[in-house]
């Protein structure tokens, strides 16, 4: 019988068969972050348990350290503790741990793959809702709360039900102008951001296959805001082009058969799936979000919505909140409206191809004034990397605020925050109410749209610039 | 974990679609407010008085005296989406909330929900709507894990289906650790097999 890739994945993780559909999952791979795995390992002590398999977890702090340049783990003091725990906990349970400074630390999701700990074909779990972004490498990924993170420390397994499967063909070839943000925001703003609830998504088509790894990630990065907790796309030879040499990917013989194997990571021809979807990526354009969901998404030549045109009552209600929320008129063209920051960095969009794209741009150009912009690398290594580039001096010219690997204005967890009432254009990926901080109006792009906006002090069309 | 059989009291009606986990609690109070506390910020976005119970906020349906510690939540569609927090549950935990009524969840919340007694009951629009309807003068309604149906004021009984072994699980209060540390065996001999099969999982030093 034809297998899906999610079918091979999660089959391959089969430690034993629970019934009505529920299998214990075997965990290849657990990264910890500061908050939710500090947190975890505390619970796991109090139980009197250990961790089963250190040598398949991996830690570093992202969420709560501050991204000032020459920071410590205190400069935030409230995430100190969880920084100091999580190296306390690790050290004591003798997982692998990445110090503030070192190659390694970094958002998980841009440290796992970039050492290579991201493998094709693995299960990698981590307490946190953007793991999918793992699956751009042909893993199987998924975020799981504190409970579930605790039970995989103790147990190296997961009771999990498999979800259906959802494969969205991207085909054709990208306009100019236009980033792989562009196809996940198009596709969420079609969808809405309930679409793959119960379901993982295969990214599969022409415009998928043409992309590098970074790109791949940053699509299966937004999985979770179309409401699926696992995405991926299945490897290939630019997957494993991209893993060889990585510190902790297999070397020599090793290797070449873990390659062998990797290469029956693919949907069988006829496999079938429980929904498909296909998008003409010729008619993305520049996409923006201009409300408080992900799936207020449009393209930056359109008009914001009017909720009389919503399509049920709820909507016209949703879409209401979000406009009073990011002070907005329906009916007027969202391009031009003023802008106050402009964050580049977060686990979709941190990565040296996304830092090189925005440097290319914001060379010879100026941040406009009245406007705040930052650039916060995904990782010590992207921070190292861009620097050798000399891509720190091209922002720094240009006016951006140049800073130290973390999540940073993402989530707002370690004191960073857009002050109330300011509108950001944001490389991340959540436009939620407060989400940037209280009363923040979040705006999500790419990251050229979003030194577009920087340096014109407006939302635009970067095709425009 | 807290089980559950079954629940009565007023459901508070709370339709907007799409409700997220960073409304339903801040990241920051998760890095300084105890476990037990995060009640009293639960949606603190949408509250002009956070810390409610005494003023609260008149148009914040929890705030309402109808509504203030209401054990069951009438939610829109994907309530729970985004971030994986399980502060999430935590904090309607702890405004009493012991069980979420919605045409559909966040695929990360619905799990944590079960790992902690909050019980998710999906159900289609139309029940939902009429269920809100009944349920908007506060008369009370009951959540019955043990029959699988929710009871409302009229008399009317809709059935939900949910999975037998969540089901189980929540009506023993399972510590689904402890269960599956008894499967060690199992789980060793498969960490055998793939140490021949696949090296490189195991190479990490």
Redesign the interface.
């Known amino acids: 019988m034809p297998r899906t890739l999610l079918d091979k994945l999660w089959d391959a993780h089969v ?2 068969d ?5 299998s ?1 999952l ?1 965990v ?1 791979r657990h990264l910890l972050h500061d ?2 795995g500090t947190a975890g390992l505390e619970a796991l002590a109090a ?1 009197g ?1 250990r961790v ?2 250190p ?2 977890a991996f830690a570093t702090a992202d ?2 350290v501050s991204s000032a340049p020459g920071r410590t783990g205190e400069s935030y003091a ?2 100190a503790p ?1 920084w100091a725990g999580l190296r306390a906990r690790a050290a004591e349970a003798g997982l ?1 741990y990445f110090e503030l400074g070192q190659v390694g630390q970094g958002i998980v999701h841009v440290m796992g793959p970039e050492l290579g ?1 991201t ?1 094709p ?2 299960s990698l779990i981590c ?3 953007h793991t999918c972004t793992h699956g751009g490498l042909g893993a199987l990924a ?7 993170l ?2 995989a420390l ?4 997961l ?1 999990q ?1 498999k ?1 259906k499967s959802l494969r969205v063909r991207f085909e054709g070839t990208m306009g100019r102008g236009i980033a792989p943000k562009d196809l996940i925001l198009h596709l969420i703003g079609r969808l809405g ?2 679409a793959g ?2 379901h993982a998504i295969e990214y599969a088509g022409s415009a998928i296959r043409a992309l590098g790894i970074a790109g791949r990630m940053t699509i299966c990065n937004l999985s ?2 179309l ?3 696992i995405g991926f796309v299945a490897p290939d030879d630019t997957t494993f082009a991209y893993v060889a040499g990585r510190r ?3 070397k020599g013989a ?2 070449e ?2 390659v062998a ?1 990797w290469r029956t990571l693919a949907s069988d021809p006829d496999a079938v799936f429980d929904r498909e979807v296909t998008v003409d990526v010729a008619e993305v354009t520049p996409t923006v979000t201009w409300g408080t ?1 992900p ?1 207020h998404a449009i393209a930056i030549d359109a008009a914001i919505p009017d909720p009389r045109a919503a399509p049920d009552a ?2 016209r ?2 879409w209401r ?1 979000a406009l009073d929320y990011m002070g907005l008129e329906p009916g007027r063209p969202l391009a031009g409206t003023p802008v106050d920051w402009v964050f580049i960095g977060s686990c979709t969009n941190s990565r040296i191809e996304d830092l090189r794209e925005a440097a290319a741009l914001a060379r010879g150009r100026h941040v406009a004034p009245g406007v705040t912009a930052w650039v916060v690398p995904g990782s010590e290594r992207v921070k190292r990397d861009a620097e050798a580039e000399g891509l720190d001096r091209v922002f720094r010219e240009a006016g951006f605020a140049w800073r130290e690997p973390g999540c940073s204005l993402c ?3 370690n ?1 960073e925050r857009v002050p109330p009432g300011a509108r950001a254009v944001s490389t991340s990926n ?1 436009n ?4 940037q901080g ?1 009363g923040a109006r979040t705006h999500l792009a790419s990251p050229a749209m979003a030194v577009a906006a920087a340096v014109t002090g407006a939302i635009t069309d970067v095709r425009r610039i | 974990m807290q089980p559950f059989t079954a629940v009565t009291g007023p459901a508070a009606p709370f ?4 409700v ?1 986990t ?2 339903v609690i ?3 109070r ?3 407010v105890p476990r037990d506390d995060l009640g009293r910020y639960a949606f603190e ?2 509250r002009r008085n956070p810390e409610g119970g005494q003023g609260g906020d008149p148009a914040f349906v929890l705030d309402t005296p109808r509504f203030r510690g209401a054990p069951i939540l009438i939610a ?3 309530f729970g ?7 999430a ?1 935590w904090a309607l935990m702890g405004l009493g909330l012991r069980a979420v009524v919605a045409e ?6 619905f ?2 929900c079960f ?2 007694g909050l019980l998710p009951v999906v159900l289609p629009k139309e029940a939902i709507d009429r269920l809100a309807a009944e349920a908007t003068s506060g008369a009370p309604l009951t959540v019955d894990l043990v029959a699988r149906e929710v009871r409302a004021p009229s008399g009317a009984v809709v059935p939900f289906a949910i ?3 969540r089901r189980q699980a929540l009506l023993e209060g399972l510590d ?2 402890g269960a ?2 008894t ?2 065996a ?2 060793a001999q ?2 055998a097999r ?1 140490r021949a099969a ?8």
Do not use: M, Y
């Open positions: 430690v034993a629970l019934g009505d559909g529920w214990l075997h290849d908050l939710s139980r348990l089963r398999n040598e398949l969420h709560a409230p995430g969880l692998h700990i493998l074909g693995v307490g946190d809702s998924f975020g799981v709360g504190s409970s579930e605790t039970h103790a147990t190296q397994t009771r039900r979800p951001a309930d609830t119960g979770i805001e409401g699926a907790k902790f990917a297999p090793d290797f058969r873990a194997h969901s799936e709820e909507r209600e949703a909140a989530v707002a967890a004191g959540r939620f109410v407060g989400r209280p | 339709l907007e679609p799409n997220n960073d409304v801040r990241i920051e998760l890095t300084g976005a949408l829109g569609r994907n989406c985004g971030s994986s927090r399980e502060g549950v559909s969840f966040g695929d990360i919340f799990n944590n790992q902690n999975d037998p072994q689904e650790i599956t540390l499967r060690e199992e789980i498969w960490q793939d696949r090296p490189w999982i195991w190479a990490t030093a």
